[in-house]
């Protein structure tokens, strides 16, 4: 089990601002979605007593960039630095198990799934997690979460902790200090996608004015295999193929559906509504559209943005977008749809998916309503958006709070960094020498990790081994790191390495990142034409295919981060690195007595493993055959 206790500033404050409901469960208090106007019951309120009685909450629907006001006219709102100007709140304790459990989410039952507390998606929780799963270790990442000098709680087994044995628990304990959505998810190999994951939400103030809440939307796609069935094919070089879309657990495969029904939500006409969009996905960037709809996009990932009005966005994996819709339907001409139900579409976008041969699952996983209780299908057309794999244009996420990032004073070949697929090299295969897989790589050699001895237990070494694919990064507090990530090149020396023109998401551990550039040209230095002025900001990005990106963050939250792509097929091959950011300092934060529970867990870990008996192949000579992550 591991137990989160969560120091949470940002929590909303009544029901109609969608507090979350909790309910009995268990070892203790887990959360059910929120509380709204469909989902009424016993609200959570928020708790900034520590600051003093007269703080108060000054969000309502006509002025959501507002969060408290207080004494002299202080406050904390839209505009306020969430990296340093946090409102105190109070320690909360949740709880999770992951389970082993069957799962039917569009039809057909998937024999494996491992899940959070005997649902999927798992609990909305804003946590002890108890591991109950027979054969599989497991940690949990709390995505997109800065982390501040908390590293050994950023869930990544082999990194940041060992995984959590069979029946032992673990605690993470930090503090929230960014707001918005995101999602926590196991980081044990390919567990995630047989079902560990669920949503995420710590409230805070919005760029957008809406009058309600709805629950967050998790856009997947789904096997009827478990990913350990599979991953298999990835090494030898045969891409696995997905089965089926979800929609917030729930979808239709070749015409039938759980339970009979697609996932629905009914709105009221005339009002508004945010939406909190997640793509979970293991394999896929999702264009998101309901019929005849404006969206208004406000924050990208972790970061609020100046709002901007779209008919689709496009998440990529791991990515996240608070939205608001506004239920006004209209019809090409601009006269107002009077219809009951409209499709709420999740179409894989193209060159960015990887499904069964056959063509790709129904694109209509949910449907919008305007009469509560009803079951008609819509009859609306998708409107003609591209269906390209991309982000969200570079222009249009502009940060409400700005970041401008200094110039460096050179790129130099410390900052590039080449994806692409290592051809085996005699003798330096894995897990066995000779074992000549295909891996993906980012770092000089693919990442390959031993769970027993993870790195935040060495943060003394002078040396690594290769297969950590550790990248020291040593500056000063107030400097910043800047990285070029390019899977094609035109000029620089090539590595060998093969390059596969093929998008990658690429996401940052402990961090959000200044996106200096992204481009779908070859990558040359001379083409590096960064923007410093307060560019977009985020901890996802797509690394187009033959294309590069540029990103910098600053050096300010000691610790080993991952960096790595969010296909779960190129995370387990190896497509990952670690940047080891002030090393010296990373070790003086990490006390011995914080380091005494990692390795707690570590010796509960190597008991369990160490029993041939606890295997699902006894008498197997190889445990782990992917990345670790």
């Known amino acids: 089990m591991a137990v989160l206790k969560l120091q949470q500033p940002q929590q909303l404050r009544g029901a109609n601002l969608g507090a979350l409901s909790p309910y009995a469960g268990g070892d203790g208090p887990i959360f059910a979605p929120p509380a709204h106007p469909e989902d009424p019951g016993e609200v959570l309120r928020c708790d900034y007593s520590p600051m003093g009685k007269e703080w108060q909450p000054c969000s309502t629907p006509n002025s959501r ?48 799934g491992k899940v959070f507390n005997q649902q999927y998606p798992g609990p909305w929780i804003q946590i002890t ?62 567990q995630y996608g047989d079902g560990m994951a669920g949503p995420l939400t710590i409230h805070g103030p919005s760029s ?14 789904w096997n009827h295999r478990s990913g350990f069935q599979d991953f298999q094919q990835e090494l030898e070089g045969r891409p696995p193929l997905m089965d089926s879309i979800l929609l917030n657990g729930q979808g239709s495969f070749a015409g039938g559906a759980r339970n009979g029904f697609k996932y629905n939500t009914t709105v009221t006409r005339g009002k508004k509504y945010l939406l909190r969009l997640i793509n979970t996905s293991v394999d896929t960037t ?24 779209t008919d689709h966005v496009v998440v990529g994996i791991g990515q996240r977008y608070h939205v608001v819709v506004e239920a006004s339907p209209r019809r090409p001409n601009g006269e107002a749809d009077m219809s009951e139900a409209f499709w709420i579409r999740t179409i894989a976008a193209t060159g960015c998916s990887n499904f069964q041969l ?48 200094p110039k460096p004073t050179s790129i130099g070949n410390e900052t590039l960094f080449e994806v692409g697929v290592d051809p085996y090299r005699e003798g ?28 935040v237990l060495n943060l003394r070494n002078k040396e690594w081994n290769p297969d950590y694919a550790v ?12 990285m070029v990530i390019y899977t094609n090149r035109t000029s620089i020396p090539t590595s060998g390495r093969l390059t596969i023109p093929a998008a990658h998401p690429i996401h940052l551990h402990g961090h959000d990142f200044a996106l200096l550039q992204q481009s779908a040209q070859a990558f040359d230095p001379a083409l590096l034409d960064p923007q410093y002025t307060n560019p977009p900001r985020r901890d996802v990005v797509l690394l187009p295919a033959n294309g590069f990106v540029a990103i910098a963050f600053k050096a300010d939250n000691p610790g080993s981060w991952l960096l790595h792509c969010h296909i779960a097929w190129h995370a387990s091959s190896g497509l990952a690195m670690q940047i080891l950011e002030r090393q010296e300092a990373a070790a ?33 000579t190889i445990f782990q055959d992917d990345s670790g992550i």
């Open 428 to 455: 330096q295969g894995q897990p066995l020498p000779n074992d000549a897989f295909i891996r993906w790589a980012i770092a000089p050699r693919a990442m390959y990790l031993n769970f027993s001895d993870p790195t």
């Open 65 to 112: 960039e507002c969060w408290l006001t207080g004494p002299g006219g202080q406050r904390f709102d839209i505009l306020s630095n969430y990296e340093t100007e946090v409102p105190t709140g109070i320690t909360r304790k949740y709880n999770l198990v992951a389970d082993e459990m069957e799962i039917n989410a569009d039809g057909v039952l998937m024999p494996y």
């Open 286 to 309: 999702f264009v998101f559209a309901i019929d005849r709809h404006n969206i208004t996009v406000m924050s990208s990932d972790f970061v609020p943005i100046k709002p901007y009005t």
């Open 358 to 405: 056959g063509g790709l699952p129904d694109e209509r996983q949910g449907i919008l309503y305007y009469k509560q209780g009803s079951t008609e299908y819509p009859k609306t057309p998708r409107a003609p958006f591209s269906l390209a794999c991309r982000d969200e244009p570079f222009n249009q996420l502009q940060p409400v709070f700005r970041w401008d990032v």
């Open 588 to 620: 003086e934060i990490l006390t011995p007595a914080r380091l005494e529970v990692v390795r707690d867990g570590c010796r509960a870990w190597d008991r369990w493993f160490g029993d041939e008996e606890n295997l699902w192949h006894r008498n197997v």
């Open 208 to 221: 957008s004015n809406y009058d309600e809440p709805k629950d967050p939307i998790l856009m997947t796609d």
């Open 129 to 190: 997690v108890k591991n109950k799963l027979k054969y599989n270790g497991t940690t949990i990442h709390w995505h997109g979460l800065r982390q501040f000098q908390t590293f050994e709680h950023d869930g990544v087994n082999a990194i940041s902790q060992c995984p959590i044995a069979p029946g032992d628990s673990y605690t993470y304990r930090f503090r929230a200090m960014q707001y918005g959505t995101s999602w926590y998810h196991s980081h044990y190999s390919l």
């Open 471 to 482: 990248i020291p990064k040593d500056y000063p507090a107030d400097a910043w790191i800047y």
